[in-house]
């Protein structure tokens, strides 16, 4: 079965600590692969999305993934947070019809 | 602002009303879909257009769910008889697919946040 899997539902940290977010797809989900960000009471954001290619991909925002095929993964880093990177992140994947994780709710401290 | 809007954005109902909502995609954008989204969760597919035929509906649209797009441009997911299990949020969302590209990128509107009592 296809599935999109967010190993921590919830991470804290404080302000200017790095992060990472983990995201494992399963082998059957098409290897194009998507972060979204969603702010509080806002819709979902595209933060970025690997294709094909490098398999290091970056956001505007300081946000990198990577695609790493043989652990099947493509966890989220920040090396710095800001308050104001407080959001749900969610990972996705598919080519028409995006299979999602049930997101990581990423809380800022300062 | 020319984004995927929505509506409306909250709708509250009774067991067994039937409720339409009403997406209206970024112009020019070939592609619809439609996510419902509940606590805790993230989306869950649920169909999508490409103009106005639509391409495929997941399993979790019962019979009850029916979607169109009569002109390629907006779209509406109606839910007849709504259960409270049918309390979500419902998203839709737009792209542009051209042939020769890899995966479009999907553009979300805000989402309607349906409440069956």
């Known amino acids: 079965a296809q599935s999109v899997t967010q190993l921590d539902s919830q991470v804290p940290v404080f302000e200017e600590a790095p992060v990472e977010l983990r995201c494992n797809y399963s082998?059957?989900?098409?290897?194009?692969l998507f972060w979204y960000v969603q702010y509080p009471n806002q819709g979902l954001q595209l933060l970025l999305k690997?294709?094909?290619?490098?398999?290091l991909v970056e956001s505007i925002n300081g946000f990198e993934a990577e695609f790493n095929k043989s652990q099947t993964s493509f966890h989220l880093r920040k090396p710095s947070v800001h308050i104001s990177d407080t959001a749900e992140y969610f990972c996705?994947?598919?080519?028409?019809?995006?299979?999602f994780g049930a997101g990581t709710r990423l809380a800022v401290h300062p | 602002d020319t984004g995927v809007s929505q509506d409306p954005r909250h709708k509250i109902t009774k067991r067994g009303q039937n409720v339409t909502f009403r997406c209206d995609p970024i112009?020019?954008?070939?592609?619809l879909y439609w996510y419902r989204q509940t606590l805790g969760q993230g989306p869950e597919f649920l169909t999508y257009?490409?103009?106005?035929?639509?391409?495929?509906k997941s399993r979790l649209l019962s019979d009850r769910f029916s979607a169109e797009r009569p002109k390629g441009s907006f779209s509406t997911l109606e839910i007849q008889r709504t259960e409270q299990g049918d309390s979500a949020m419902y998203l839709c969302?737009?792209?542009?697919?051209?042939?020769?590209?890899?995966?479009?990128?999907?553009?979300f509107g805000p989402g309607t946040r349906l409440l069956v009592l």
């Open positions: 969302a737009s792209s542009l697919a051209a042939s020769g590209e890899l995966a479009e990128t999907q553009y």
């Open positions: 082998s059957s989900v098409s290897v194009y």
């Open positions: 690997y294709l094909s290619g490098s398999t």
């Open positions: 996705a994947g598919g080519y028409n019809k995006l299979i």
């Open positions: 112009s020019e954008h070939n592609r």
């Open positions: 257009f490409q103009n106005e035929a639509q391409l495929e």
